[in-house]
């Protein structure tokens, strides 16, 4: 028997991560002097080159890195450097590969007046894959059932770079030891073509006053627009962004010194469009010598990005800092570790982020001390992929005599994803004749005043049958009716 199937091309994002790999490097003080201890470590992964050949990509990148250190007279310096790595990856079975590199864990050391740093890498293959959907055509032979189903599948992917530059004032700062960026993205709209990318730069500012050592925080706002083949007005984009280096100048000034910072940043972006899918979910074999047979396609994991803002109180007893007479400044130490479990009602996430307290003993020596404030919240979506926990935000002070309060704001990225699925019938198979007591599937062609009652009727079923098997509850001329029966329970009118 001749069967007819049409196809549907379909396509979606798929991600995976491929190899890790740990490198290491060396950065050293230029002054000589000792090295009391690290108040800000900062480092971006970059890849500078990558060419797949079959599925083997080989990967040309580096880390880099920027430390700020305390000397022993209080003042504080910064070291920056670039470690470069390669390496070569298997990228799976996906169309159009893009490596992309995050660094996964880092440790840092303090060794004769020189910073050793060490990384484990973590490289990761995104890319399109095509899914086809082949469905049941209806013919002479084949009696079958339709309907249409909405999904959501990729109509452009893209990563791109581009640069984000911000004059800022800075009242009372004498100079600029450090600068480290957190890029946060709040909305992507799609043009013909393009998409207008808006988000949130959350810049750490390490200064020497004339007090000493300060941290500050300052946001910059961004909007960018990125090429996007394929995209079209109206579509559904997200932008996952990153950064790769942060260079900044600063001049000083009697009133209010003026910091130059440009950031470069990555982004990864995927358009959505609306399709609807025609699927054949019965069908039935005029002859009666054939059984159908069934698939179910994983199609695509639908996203919205969502951003909520938490906060959380740490207090570090000042009796654990050892030889402390008074407090100086506080800034955030590498990156924050968080861990997410979806549970019912919402998404559980804790972890943890590390803070330096810089600090003065009794004999007027500088110290720092790395101290881990745990936090944990949850939002209000039981299926949320956590993309980003940002820290927004650091505000230190002495309470009492023998506490510091850390008060530590976040912003928290995620996609809602849902899971889509289509269900159809994919082809018959020859059984040979049915039994009488075989399931089968009885089709009738609806007539000009056909209803319920005559339908059933022709069927040899009941009428209730009829309207909860079939989508309307009226019936046009010509259109297919189905009824599930078996032979024994035929109902007489």
């Given at each position: 028997?001749?069967?007819?199937?049409?196809q549907?091309?379909?396509?979606?994002?798929?991600?995976e991560?491929?190899?890790?790999?740990?490198?290491?490097?060396?950065?050293?003080?230029?002054?000589?002097?000792?090295?009391?201890g690290?108040?800000?470590?900062?480092?971006?992964?970059?890849?500078?080159?990558?060419?797949?050949?079959?599925?083997?990509?080989?990967?040309?990148?580096?880390?880099?890195v920027?430390?700020?250190?305390?000397?022993?007279?209080?003042?504080?310096?910064?070291?920056?450097?670039?470690?470069?790595?390669?390496?070569?990856?298997?990228?799976?079975?996906?169309?159009?590969?893009?490596i992309?590199?995050?660094?996964?864990?880092?440790?840092?050391?303090?060794?004769?007046?020189?910073?050793?740093f060490?990384c484990?890498?973590?490289?990761?293959?995104?890319?399109?894959?095509?899914?086809?959907?082949?469905?049941?055509?209806?013919?002479?032979?084949?009696?079958?059932?339709?309907?249409?189903?909405?999904?959501?599948?990729?109509?452009?992917y893209?990563?791109?770079?581009?640069?984000?530059a911000?004059?800022?004032?800075?009242?009372?700062?004498?100079?600029?030891?450090?600068?480290?960026?957190?890029?946060?993205?709040?909305?992507?709209?799609?043009?013909?073509?393009?998409?207008q990318?808006?988000g949130?730069?959350?810049?750490?500012?390490?200064?020497?006053?004339?007090?000493?050592?300060?941290?500050?925080?300052?946001?910059?706002?961004?909007?960018?627009?990125?090429?996007?083949?394929?995209?079209?007005?109206?579509?559904?984009?997200?932008?996952s962004?990153?950064?790769?280096?942060?260079?900044?100048?600063f001049t000083?000034?009697?009133?209010?010194?003026?910091?130059?910072?440009?950031?470069?940043?990555?982004?990864?972006?995927?358009?959505?469009k609306?399709?609807?899918?025609?699927l054949?979910t019965?069908?039935?074999?005029?002859?009666?010598?054939?059984?159908?047979?069934?698939?179910?396609?994983?199609?695509?994991?639908?996203?919205?990005?969502?951003?909520?803002?938490?906060?959380?109180?740490?207090?570090?007893?000042?009796?654990c800092?050892?030889?402390?007479?008074?407090?100086?400044?506080?800034?955030?130490?590498?990156?924050?570790?968080?861990f997410?479990?979806?549970?019912?009602?919402?998404?559980?996430?804790?972890?943890?982020?590390?803070?330096?307290?810089?600090?003065?003993?009794?004999?007027?020596?500088?110290?720092t001390?790395?101290t881990?404030?745990?936090?944990?919240?949850?939002?209000?979506?039981?299926?949320?992929?956590?993309?980003s926990?940002?820290?927004?935000?650091?505000?230190?002070?002495?309470?009492?005599?023998?506490?510091?309060?850390?008060?530590?704001?976040?912003?928290?990225?995620?996609?809602?994803?849902?899971?889509?699925?289509?269900?159809?019938?994919s082809?018959?198979?020859?059984?040979?004749?049915?039994?009488?007591?075989?399931?089968?599937?009885?089709?009738?062609?609806?007539?000009?005043?056909?209803?319920?009652?005559?339908?059933?009727?022709?069927?040899?079923?009941?009428?209730?049958?009829?309207?909860?098997?079939?989508?309307?509850?009226?019936?046009?001329?010509?259109?297919?009716v189905?009824?599930?029966?078996h032979?024994?329970?035929?109902?007489?009118?």
């Open positions: 028997m001749a069967f007819e199937f049409n549907t091309n379909l396509f979606k994002l798929k991600k991560k491929v190899c890790e790999f740990a490198v290491s490097g060396k950065l050293s003080s230029d002054d000589g002097e000792n090295v009391v690290i108040l800000k470590c900062s480092y971006f992964p970059q890849i500078n080159t990558c060419e797949i050949t079959g599925n083997i990509a080989s990967v040309l990148g580096q880390t880099n920027e430390i700020c250190y305390l000397k022993e007279d209080g003042s504080a310096k910064n070291m920056r450097g670039a470690i470069e790595w390669q390496n070569k990856c298997e990228v799976g079975e996906i169309d159009d590969a893009k992309s590199a995050k660094i996964k864990d880092a440790q840092v050391e303090i060794q004769n007046n020189a910073v050793y060490s484990l890498i973590e490289l990761g293959a995104e890319g399109t894959m095509s899914v086809g959907v082949y469905n049941l055509a209806e013919n002479e032979n084949v009696a079958a059932k339709k309907t249409s189903k909405e999904i959501k599948s990729i109509c452009a893209s990563k791109e770079k581009f640069t984000i911000e004059d800022i004032s800075l009242e009372g700062a004498d100079n600029v030891i450090c600068v480290c960026p957190q890029i946060e993205t709040i909305a992507a709209v799609a043009g013909e073509n393009k998409a990318i808006s949130t730069a959350y810049l750490e500012i390490i200064c020497e006053t004339e007090n000493g050592v300060s941290s500050t925080f300052k946001a910059i706002d961004f909007s960018e627009e990125i090429a996007l083949l394929g995209a079209t007005i109206g579509g559904e984009v997200y932008s962004i990153g950064v790769e280096n942060c260079e900044y100048i000083p000034s009697e009133e209010k010194g003026q910091l130059s910072v440009t950031i470069s940043a990555v982004c990864e972006n995927v358009c959505y609306q399709e609807e899918v025609e054949t019965d069908a039935y074999a005029l002859d009666r010598q054939t059984k159908q047979t069934s698939s179910c396609e994983e199609l695509q994991s639908v996203m919205e990005y969502k951003t909520e803002s938490k906060q959380t109180t740490f207090a570090e007893n000042c009796d800092l050892d030889g402390f007479d008074e407090f100086v400044c506080a800034s955030v130490y590498g990156g924050t570790e968080w997410a479990e979806n549970e019912e009602g919402g998404t559980n996430i804790s972890g943890s982020v590390a803070i330096c307290l810089v600090y003065k003993t009794e004999e007027g020596k500088m110290r001390k790395i881990h404030v745990p936090y944990n919240f949850s939002v209000e979506e039981a299926n949320a992929e956590i993309e926990v940002v820290v927004k935000n650091l505000a230190a002070k002495v309470r009492g005599a023998h506490e510091i309060v850390l008060d530590v704001s976040f912003d928290v990225g995620y996609f809602i994803t849902t899971t889509d699925y289509l269900e159809f019938i082809g018959l198979e020859d059984c040979g004749e049915l039994e009488d007591d075989d399931s089968a599937i009885m089709v009738a062609i609806a007539g000009e005043n056909d209803d319920a009652f005559s339908l059933g009727k022709r069927l040899h079923a009941k009428p209730e049958d009829v309207l909860s098997q079939n989508e309307n509850a009226s019936f046009a001329a010509g259109e297919k189905f009824v599930y029966k032979k024994e329970e035929n109902f007489n009118y």
